[in-house]
């Protein structure tokens, strides 16, 4: 690897470095924290192997920062990154191993939580969540990049599933394989919800920003109020619904594997509160769907790759993904058993925002 000193100074003169280290714990992409004499900034190799055309994502990122940039100032409730240019005007570099290099913005001052504590801050993520998505709402899809292909298609998830089930050498004589295999059987037509209402015309594309878990939300250290949405390398044009969904999902998941109805009931609650202005009738009419959708999909995705001795997601132990797996496909059923009162929340907060 360059030396990393190198390549900093090229986004900023290096007699104002006065560090530079290890920022977060992220598994896709090397994060440093460049610390200067008058404040920081962080600086970002983009992962190739996930992201295998890292200036595409650059350049969303820019067409992102132009539109904030074009927003009334006095209107934003959240602090969003911004790309640095180096000091010849690009907006990344690249080193002699042909690795991408970017700089943006650090915010200060925050921290970002792995459990949602209360149901204040599942309202404050939903509020977040559905701003963010306010602010995009008059940014045409088209403008950005797909930077990743097939991300949340579910219905290629199933395809991908089927050829490697039909190719494996993996055992399917345990009970936890077993119970994976049958869910999946059980519970297919699932996948095909979401898209078939894209393809209809009934849910339309939107910009997205792809992987809203709950810890791509910073909080002040001080105040636990809730300052930026972060990690925007998944933006891209796709469905609010997997965003909500994923959302949903991330905070609302129990340690059991059951699904919290009074956390889901705050983080609607504040996202349906900024985004009443556009969302449509049948945008509601599928966000249960996307709730439904979101954890079979993980579940799929997390089997696949056990079938396939865990080639994408990171493991200690051979079995984990199946047993990741399981959690999400429990979630699945959980949320299926609480349908009607999800649904009534979801009637009751439309009712509200009409």
């Given at each position: 690897?360059?030396s990393?000193?190198d ?12 560090g530079i280290?290890?920022l977060?714990?992220g598994l ?6 460049v ?8 600086l970002?190799?983009?992962n ?6 890292p200036?595409l994502v650059?350049?969303n990122?820019?067409?992102l920062?132009r539109?904030?940039?074009?927003t ?6 959240l602090?969003?990154?911004g790309?640095?240019?180096t ?5 990344c570099?690249?080193?002699q ?7 943006i913005?650090y ?7 792995e459990?949602?504590e209360?149901p204040e801050?599942a ?13 995009l709402?008059r ?5 950005l990049?797909?930077?990743l292909p ?12 089927r050829?490697?089930?039909s190719?494996t ?7 936890d ?6 869910f999946?059987?059980?519970?297919e037509?699932?996948?095909i919800?979401?898209?078939k209402a894209k393809q ?5 594309l939107r910009?997205?920003h792809?992987?809203p ?5 910073l909080f ?16 891209k044009?796709?469905l ?5 969904g ?11 594997g059951?699904?919290?109805l ?6 609607l609650?504040?996202y349906?509160?900024?985004?009443r202005?556009?969302l449509?009738?049948?945008d ?18 997390f089997f696949t790759?056990?079938?396939?001795d865990?080639r994408?997601?990171k493991?200690?132990t ?5 047993s990741r797996?399981?959690?999400?496909f429990?979630l ?8 009607a009162?999800?649904?009534?929340l979801i009637e ?7």
């Open positions: 690897m360059p990393l000193l390549i900093a100074s090229q986004f900023t003169d290096s007699a104002q470095i006065a280290n290890p977060g714990e896709i992409n090397d994060t440093y924290l610390t200067t004499f008058t404040g920081g900034w962080v970002q190799r983009i190739p192997v996930v992201f295998p055309e200036k650059i350049r990122l820019a067409v920062n539109h904030i940039a074009e009334e100032q006095n209107t934003l409730k602090q969003i990154p790309i640095i240019q000091q010849s005007g690009e907006y570099v690249n080193d191993q042909g690795d991408t290099w970017r700089a913005t915010i200060p001052n925050t921290i970002s939580l459990t949602v209360s801050q309202r404050q993520t939903g509020f977040a969540l559905g701003h963010f998505h306010r602010l709402n940014l045409n899809p088209k403008d990049n797909d930077t097939g991300f949340h298609i579910a219905p290629e998830y199933l395809s991908r599933y050829q490697v089930l190719q050498n993996t055992l399917h004589d345990s009970a394989s077993r119970f994976c295999l049958d999946i059987d059980q519970h037509e699932l996948t919800v979401l898209e209809q015309g009934l849910l339309k910009a997205i792809g992987d878990k709950f810890n791509n939300f002040d250290k001080n105040t636990r109020e809730i300052t930026s949405l972060i990690d925007l390398d998944t933006v044009p796709g609010l619904h997997y965003d909500i994923d959302c949903v999902r991330s905070l609302c998941q129990l340690p059991t059951q699904f919290n009074e956390i889901c009931e705050a983080l609650t504040g349906l509160e900024e985004t202005s556009f449509t009738e049948d509601y009419a599928y966000l249960y769907p996307a709730i439904q959708l979101i954890p079979f999909e993980l579940g799929l995705r790759d056990f079938l396939e865990n994408y997601f493991v200690t051979p079995h984990q993904n199946r797996a399981i959690v999400q429990q699945c059923e959980s949320i299926s058993k609480q349908e009162e999800i649904k009534r009751r907060l439309y009712n509200r925002a009409m």
